[in-house]
């Protein structure tokens, strides 16, 4: 029926019509204002093809959701979509909130973070005038704003999971309405401490206490989403604890929970004393804590220290929260803090302030990843700066790592040539970090930038005080050697087998005499003995070579065998009879054709060989034996016949069978 109509208002008109036939929607329901607000952000193309039965269902249903609500309450439903509404497989989720900022990209963070693929949503936004009891009267300009939500997702396929998901959900619009409530108070306490900073004595450079002060009110001018704030004392002793102080906290952190009043209770660790116990003044860091308001990430924490008046540590104000996306495109000489530290490491770096390596190095600062600048210390960035400037001249695999102050995470940069990153590389890189870290990958971030080099970012999530030690020079050689493309290894196993000269020599005539396909099917060692056959075929005056081996893997009944073939293609049919007469059944084979010596065409034909019954074969007793008699066959020298399978069952050689 959608493909008859033609425009917007015959589609408002069907859809207006069809759900006053919905049970349950008066004759007096503004209903055209509902079908107007819910497809407003939809074009006309896209508009013309929403089924009518599916959309009607949808709307009649969420006006009746809607018809009685009191200000501050979430009215939802989770439930299975009838073939009508969409289908079998379609689970439904309706909302009736309080309209505020973040609640359709938090719903939605929420059900990706579920792998709940979301395949339709409507978000009309009203005035609502209701009555005293929360009854819907109208849509009035002069009412409060409700958010309507409906979002058809992937189905769950059960009652409990449906159950399950509502509560999530429920869990996340109290978490955004708490930010939102306390977003202005948030940014007053920003505020109200970064004037404090200015005035205060503290044990740092008066430079260092203007910049915190400074960011402060940088990020209340939108450069931070706040989202939650805690002040914590600092008790130290034989044992030391960071309480949180009771009814300081906002927004996220608003509610106690037993987790937060478990650590309260519980000693800091080493690592923990020893951090707190510097004369630092601003912390910014990833918080473990993924946010479920706006976006699904780590949370942005950032912690002011408080001292007493002999300089010791004796608390934090601690905010929680998201940069803002302008903080990532921002010049880091325009952001207070990173601009301090922007220029002692450009004055520590040695570099005349108009020569080539300070422009390389300011450039690096601009490029590396935003989250890490905050973080870093200047003396670990700049000596990691220095090794990616060495990177410009002389590209290559290089990993650069650094460790969270708590032990949450490791942070590692890997640069690998443009030529050599893979999709596939990227997943082996990633467990060998796993495994190397022995934690678990969260997050990645691929940059590919008009340089040489890719880099990808990878968060290592790992177990505070349980992170191994690593040599990393010896993890960076193995994802070196695990970069290195199929051409590299074998010029490399061919050095190992014939010595740097010969090898190389032979790697610049054969490197490309390999399709794809065999490359992909061999790994590049295997290719060193075929590069023999190659040469020895040239050399000789035969046009066929034999090599009879057994790969790992294959088991004792097993073995291959490839038989190399110039300028012509070896039928199957051809080779079969000759191959079961030698008492074995071909199991597979697979063709490549290669470039030998003087540009002729070889072909080699790789036979999967098994024994009939199973039995064990005695490759190693038999093969030159094999060989050879595959080869005089071939050559018309011996006879093709049933008695050839006794060089496998008896050992005997084709001279003896002869005889």
Not at 376 to 400: H, N, S
Request: proline share 5%.
């Amino acid at each position: 029926m959608s493909h008859e109509l033609v425009s917007r208002e015959e589609f408002r008109a069907h859809l207006v019509a069809a759900i006053r036939r919905r049970p349950g929607v008066s004759d007096k329901a503004p209903i055209e204002e509902l079908v107007r607000a819910a497809f407003v952000p939809i074009p006309d193309e896209e508009l013309l093809d929403q089924p009518i039965g599916e959309s009607s269902v949808a709307l009649a249903g969420l006006y009746r959701l809607a018809q009685e609500r009191q200000p501050g309450e979430i009215e939802m439903r989770v439930f299975p979509a009838s073939e009508e509404a969409g289908g079998a497989g379609t689970t439904v989720v309706q909302i009736v909130n309080d309209d505020m900022p973040f609640l359709l990209s938090s719903i939605s963070g929420e059900l990706h973070r579920r792998k709940r693929r979301i395949q339709r949503v409507l978000h009309p936004v009203f005035r609502v005038r209701r009555s005293a009891e929360g009854e819907f009267l109208s849509f009035d300009a002069e009412g409060e704003p409700e958010s309507w939500m409906h979002i058809e997702i992937d189905s769950d396929g059960g009652r409990r999971g449906k159950s399950k998901l509502a509560k999530e959900l429920r869990e996340v619009l109290v978490e955004v309405r708490a930010s939102v409530d306390d977003w202005q108070e948030m940014r007053d306490k920003a505020l109200a401490i970064a004037a404090d900073l200015a005035t205060t004595q503290l044990p740092v450079s008066d430079e260092e206490r203007a910049e915190a002060s400074e960011l402060l009110r940088w990020l209340v001018d939108n450069h931070y989403t706040f989202l939650g704030f805690r002040s914590y004392v600092y008790e130290a002793g034989k044992k030391s604890y960071l309480r949180m102080i009771p009814d300081s906290g906002l927004g996220l952190l608003r509610c106690e929970t037993k987790e937060s009043i478990l650590r309260s209770q519980t000693p800091l660790s080493t690592i923990l004393v020893d951090f707190l116990d510097q004369e630092r003044l601003l912390t910014i860091t990833k918080s473990s804590r993924r946010s479920r308001v706006h976006r699904s990430v780590h949370l942005d924490a950032v912690g002011i220290r408080r001292f007493d008046s002999d300089g010791r540590v004796i608390g934090e104000d601690r905010f929680v929260g998201l940069f803002t996306s302008s903080v990532y495109s921002t010049p880091a000489a325009d952001i207070p803090v990173l601009r301090l530290k922007t220029r002692r490491m450009m004055e520590h770096s040695g570099f005349s302030p108009s020569s080539h390596d300070a422009k390389a190095l300011a450039h690096i600062i601009e490029s590396f990843p935003r989250d890490e600048l905050f973080q870093i210390d200047e003396g670990e960035f700049l000596r990691m700066a220095l090794g990616i400037m060495q990177l410009q001249q002389r590209p290559r695999l290089a990993l650069f790592v650094r460790h969270d102050d708590f032990g949450r995470f490791v942070s590692s940069l890997v640069y690998v040539p443009r030529e050599r990153f893979t999709f596939a590389l990227r997943e082996k890189i990633q467990r060998r970090l796993e495994s190397a870290f022995d934690g678990k990958v969260t997050a990645f971030y691929t940059q590919m930038a008009d340089t040489p080099l890719a880099r990808v970012h990878y968060i290592v999530k790992t177990t505070p005080g349980k992170v191994p030690e690593v040599d990393l020079r010896q993890l960076e050689a193995t994802l070196a050697r695990d970069a290195r493309t199929w051409s590299e290894h074998l010029r490399e196993h061919l050095m190992a087998r014939h010595g740097e000269e010969e090898g190389l020599a032979l790697a610049r005539h054969f490197t490309d005499s390999f399709p794809s396909s065999y490359r992909e099917f061999y790994p590049a060692k295997a290719a060193v003995p075929d590069i023999r056959m190659l040469e020895e075929l040239s050399e000789g005056d035969r046009n066929l070579e034999v090599r009879l081996y057994r790969p790992p893997g294959i088991g004792g009944d097993g073995m291959r065998l490839k038989l190399y073939r110039c300028d012509r293609h070896l039928a199957l049919s051809e080779a079969l009879p000759i191959l079961e007469n030698l008492g074995v059944r071909v199991e597979s084979e697979v063709p490549f054709k290669v470039r030998g010596s003087q540009g002729k065409s070889v072909w080699i034909h790789d036979f999967e060989l098994r024994s009939p019954d199973g039995s064990e074969i005695p490759y190693r007793e038999i093969k030159s034996d094999f060989e050879e008699t595959v080869r005089r066959v071939w050559s018309d020298e011996f006879e093709d016949g049933g008695l050839n399978r006794l060089i496998l069952r008896g050992g005997l050689d084709w001279r003896q069978i002869t005889v």
